[in-house]
């Protein structure tokens, strides 16, 4: 059965540095998607990056960046020069190409502090 | 555009009454996805349906709880005689279908307590 694992409860940074969120994943299939999602504290739950398995090059949005290491199972979620505004949590996702369809399954996710 | 819209935004119901959570998908998506959430549990799945059809409903509770999509342009859980571990934040979200059009976006959630 597919499974997502973020094990940083939380993290603090200083506005304008670089954090590394971690993300390890389990599947059977050989064809699989992991997404990056940003909860803010109102409760909107927004879509920020996605890494498709079968693509070799980090996926880049803005000041979102992945880094995929298919080895490991490890898909990293990097936000380069974070502002205040970055404060949220943020879910890991992975869907599975087999037989799983289009159901996605989440991570219990990563709360980020961004201090002035 | 307008995205995945959920009424209704908060509901508070007594033991034992019913609840209805409506979702309107993003016009031309054909996927509808329910998710619970709550602090103990995360983000759990619950059902989803591909073009009105039920796909996939491991997540739901086997009773109390169903899932319908009539048309295309709504979709609605349903939850008979809550109970007050039903008490959750409800989201529903909708993608398109195939190989990178799948990433599922998703409404601002019904906020449920059962008392």
């Given at each position: 059965a597919q499974k997502v694992t973020q094990t940083q409860t939380s993290i603090s940074v200083m506005e304008k540095t670089t954090v590394t969120m971690d993300c390890v994943y389990e599947t059977q299939d050989s064809s699989y998607f992991l997404f990056w999602y940003k909860q803010t504290a109102s409760g909107e739950i927004v879509f920020l990056i996605r890494q498709d398995s079968y693509k070799k090059e980090n996926a880049t949005v803005g000041h979102y960046s992945l880094n995929f290491q298919k080895p490991k199972s490890s898909i990293g979620l990097i936000i380069t020069?974070?502002?205040?505004?970055?404060?949220a949590v943020y879910f890991c996702a992975m869907r599975e190409?087999?037989?799983?369809?289009y159901k996605v399954v989440f991570g219990s996710g990563t709360r980020l502090l961004v201090s002035p | 555009n307008a995205g995945v819209i959920q009424t209704p935004r908060h509901k508070v119901t007594g033991k034992g009454q019913e609840a209805t959570l409506w979702c309107e998908p993003i016009s031309g998506h054909s996927a509808v996805f329910w998710y619970r959430q709550t602090i103990v549990q995360g983000l759990e799945f619950l059902t989803y349906f591909r073009n009105q059809a039920p796909i996939d409903?491991?997540?739901?509770?086997?009773?109390r709880f169903s899932a319908q999509?009539?048309?295309?342009?709504h979709s609605t859980l349903k939850i008979q005689?809550?109970?007050?571990?039903?008490?959750a934040v409800y989201l529903c979200a909708s993608s398109r279908l195939g190989v990178g059009q799948d990433t599922q976006y998703f409404g601002p959630g019904t906020r449920l307590l059962v008392l």
């Open positions: 020069a974070t502002q205040i505004e970055d404060s190409g087999g037989t799983g369809g | 409903d491991s997540g739901m509770p086997k009773e999509m009539p048309n295309q342009s005689s809550t109970q007050p571990q039903d008490s």
